[in-house]
């Protein structure tokens, strides 16, 4: 496709922006760019703050606890505590779902 690049299968962020540009070619590119990392910059915001981010469709972002567990390091045979933290858990919505379903696809 031209001069994207891509590691291997991953689409990576300046890609992303190419791809709106393509669509948008109005638009300079320095402003999609700008738009895609206020976008990222908001949703990042918003789960740091606890809340959930709901994109219809695509799916949602959410932070779960995790709890803090105790185990044995089979190497060392040193007793280690890992403390609760948190993760991002990303539920596809029901289009995106239907769609990986289908398997892999070119454009």
């Given at each position: 496709m031209g001069?994207?690049?891509t590691?291997g299968?991953?689409?990576?962020?300046?890609?992303?922006?190419m791809?709106?540009h393509?669509n948008?070619?109005a638009?300079?590119?320095k402003?999609?760019?700008?738009?895609?990392?206020?976008?990222?910059?908001?949703?990042?915001?918003a789960?740091?703050?606890g809340?959930?981010?709901e994109?219809?469709g695509?799916?949602?972002f959410?932070?779960?606890?995790?709890?803090?567990?105790e185990f044995?390091n089979p190497?060392?045979?040193?007793?280690?505590i890992?403390?609760?933290?948190?993760r991002?858990?990303?539920?596809p919505?029901k289009?995106?779902n239907?769609?990986?379903?289908?398997?892999?696809f070119?454009?």
């Amino acid at each position: 496709m031209g001069n994207e690049k891509t590691n291997g299968s991953t689409i990576l962020k300046n890609e992303l922006a190419m791809r709106i540009h393509r669509n948008f070619p109005a638009h300079l590119k320095k402003d999609i760019n700008t738009v895609v990392d206020i976008i990222f910059f908001a949703m990042s915001e918003a789960l740091t703050e606890g809340r959930r981010i709901e994109i219809r469709g695509f799916g949602s972002f959410s932070l779960h606890k995790q709890k803090g567990r105790e185990f044995v390091n089979p190497k060392t045979k040193k007793y280690t505590i890992c403390p609760p933290n948190y993760r991002i858990i990303f539920k596809p919505g029901k289009w995106l779902n239907n769609l990986a379903s289908a398997g892999p696809f070119s454009e």
